[in-house]
């Protein structure tokens, strides 16, 4: 098994019992913990995208995310998550989460630049991604532009504007494009 599987495999099956862990929040249980508590800890800002209705999150098996929101008159809807960790590995984080949510596949992405991620949302690294999502993830939608972002030592944001319509999704995402970043 060449080395680069071989890391995947064995980050698919620690990660999810170590990397999203809330043992640095001041909670006792992960049900006690918010969307709030989340953004304190990871020293981040957030704006509601204004207009939009706030929905209920959906568990599923792919990507579990604490807020999301739905444009009031399309078929589109922006999801929230955020996750603590101090971990370097923000490239494999972004990617292991892309196959995540499409089903295993990882199309062409696009890194933001360093000067760029750092001016418009504090981080240190970012990408984004435009993904077909399976089923579980995409809960009555097809497509997904999904951004990350990462701050060293604190953690990582993730920003999934899901539409059935792809030409909507530009339009829609850039007046809500920053309502999530690191302080």
Not at 2 to 29: C, G, H, R
Not at 72 to 86: D, L, Q, S
């Amino acid at each position: 098994m060449e080395m680069k599987k071989l890391f995947i495999l064995v980050l698919s099956i620690w990660l999810p019992s170590q990397a999203f862990s809330y043992e640095n929040l001041d909670s006792d249980t992960v049900e006690e913990v918010t969307f709030e508590m989340l953004l304190d800890s990871n020293n981040m800002i957030f704006v509601a995208p204004l207009g939009f209705t706030e929905i209920e999150p959906k568990q599923n098996g792919q990507m579990n995310y604490e807020k999301s929101y739905k444009h009031p008159t399309e078929k589109f809807e922006v999801r929230y998550a955020i996750r603590k960790h101090n971990f370097g590995w923000y490239k494999q984080m972004f990617e292991m989460t892309a196959k995540n949510i499409s089903g295993g596949s990882l199309p062409e992405y696009t890194n933001f630049g360093t000067d760029a991620v750092k001016r418009e949302f504090n981080a240190d690294a970012g990408c984004v991604i435009t993904l077909i999502a399976t089923s579980e993830f995409a809960q009555g939608y097809k497509y997904c532009l999904f951004v990350y972002i990462y701050k060293k030592g604190i953690g990582d944001g993730y920003v999934f504007y899901m539409a059935d319509d792809n030409e909507i999704i530009p339009d829609l995402m850039m007046p809500i494009f920053h309502a999530l970043k690191f302080e």
